[in-house]
């Protein structure tokens, strides 16, 4: 029987690319993460939400004191999908792991007294931040390797690098196919490795991805003139 990699989610999102987090100075000192950065990423590693993974939020309201806040419950959930054994038909399927409740709260009212319309949106995002960090996302940075200015540069060379030569590679040879068929082969023999490196080399992949659909575009523009 093969052994279990427990890590195998943990280790392809631990690493986090400078670019897409802020220092926050004021108050506790913390480096805050790009909560669309970690959407993209779980994209990339479990799927499009809704297909590859999902969350669903319960949102209620407390006072503290004098202070209104606004709670929110969330279950983050990823896997295959599951039968529901004797569920109606539009609700007979769900995801096969499933993390939470977390909750996180958010204070109603802005530094003004007013209220803060956003509130809610700060609470589910607080969630799911530390919803897929438990998870492995952005790994390094909940354990502090961020207050190391060494470790930071590491991660900006490791992330803003050379584009490697098979994406390289890629991106050239996409560039200069001069029909759809020769496109289409390109990324039949190129494709499965740029598929394994989109952990290690995410915006680079991106970026040759956005190409591929672009020079895709154009060739489907000449050949309809």
């Known amino acids: 029987m093969a052994e279990k990699n427990n890590m195998h989610i943990w280790s392809q999102v631990c690493a986090t690319d400078p670019k897409h987090t802020k220092a926050v100075s004021f108050g506790r000192k913390f480096t805050s993460i790009d909560a669309h950065y970690q959407v993209m990423r779980a994209t990339e590693v479990l799927g499009p939400v809704g297909e590859g993974w999902s969350y669903n939020c319960v949102y209620g309201q407390e006072v503290a004191g004098a202070i209104p806040y606004v709670w929110c419950d969330m279950t983050i959930h990823w896997g295959v999908h599951v039968a529901i054994v004797d569920a109606p038909g539009w609700n007979n399927q769900t995801f096969s792991n499933v993390y939470g409740p977390i909750r996180c709260t958010c204070p109603m009212l802005d530094g003004k007294g007013k209220l803060d319309k956003d509130a ?11 919803g897929l960090s438990h998870l492995g996302f952005n790994a390094d940075v909940f354990l502090g390797k961020f207050d190391d200015n060494a470790y930071v540069s590491m991660m900006k060379e490791k992330f803003e690098g050379e584009v490697p030569g098979i994406i390289a590679q890629y991106l050239k040879e996409i560039a200069a196919a001069t029909s759809l068929e020769q496109l ?7 494709g499965p490795q740029m598929a394994q490196m989109k952990s290690t080399h995410a915006d680079h992949i991106t970026r040759a991805a956005a190409a591929w659909v672009a020079r895709k575009r154009a060739l489907s523009a000449d050949q309809s003139d």
């Open 184 to 190: 289409q082969k390109i990324n039949d023999t190129l």
């Open 120 to 130: 809610p949106k700060k609470a589910m995002t607080d969630c799911l931040t530390k």
